[in-house]
């Protein structure tokens, strides 16, 4: 066997190997999407394509008063959006800190920060409930902002504090010697190349905050304030021995189009911050 035969060989079998992955990852999805399309009986077939498709479980989701999907779409959007600023704001601050300043124990706080993103949330379920309460978040939906930022604030910082590390010290330098201070550094010098950085970390910051379910369910009882995620576990069918397959995956299939758009719209600054270093040349 020649060396263009095993490349073909070789190249053949990447190709499937990747066929397979994609196959295996999008199949749920688009399952999901079929069966959104069904209703009766149908919804138990396991045809890979409706007989007879419709968008009634769609419509259904936003013309029942007693479950305001739309409403509880744009609570989600609300808090996602909330952490994401707040998450990214203190995630830049700190990571100037953690990556440019020498001080004690900075080694140490970096890996308590590391450690605190490790604890499941059942451990800090209580005692966030009596914080919640006592300043007055519970049961609002941009509540939800501080319980939100105990799993998304430790990796933002991390993971910028780790960027902002590699950055060339001349950057800084120079800034310093044109008489910025460390804010205008942070604005001024180190944003503009931190933009990869930072779209990775706040689509990570999203999608955590948008898929959150046990703090959402905790902290907030209001049907108004509830996010998708707990209202989707509570769409409820004719009655109680009904489940509504087609409203649930009708409803799984909305609420996962808006990461799927944000991954194509930063695809290039995520790849970016994947690939490329601060400056060039």
Known sequence: MNLSTQRLLGNIGLYALVAVICLFCL???????????KQG???FSTSLWPDAPTLKNYVSLFTVPEQPFGRHILNSLGVSFLVVVASLLLGVTASYALGRIQFKGRGLLLLTVLAVSMFPQVAVLSGMFELMQAIGFYNHWWGLTLPYMIFTLPFTVWVLTTFVRDLPKELEEAAIMDGCTPWGIITKVFLPVMWPAL???????????????????????????????????????????????????AASVLVTLPLIALVLIFQRKIVGGLTSGAVKG
């Open 41 to 43: 009986t149908e919804l």
């Open 27 to 37: 199949f749920p999805f688009y399952f999901a999407i079929v069966t959104s399309l």
């Open 199 to 249: 779209v990775t970390t706040g689509l990570l910051a999203f999608i955590a905050a948008w898929n959150e379910f046990l703090f959402a369910l905790t902290f907030v009882l209001s049907n108004a304030d509830r996010t998708v995620p707990v209202s989707i576990s509570l769409i409820s069918g004719a009655d109680k021995y009904e489940i509504p397959w087609g409203k649930i995956m």
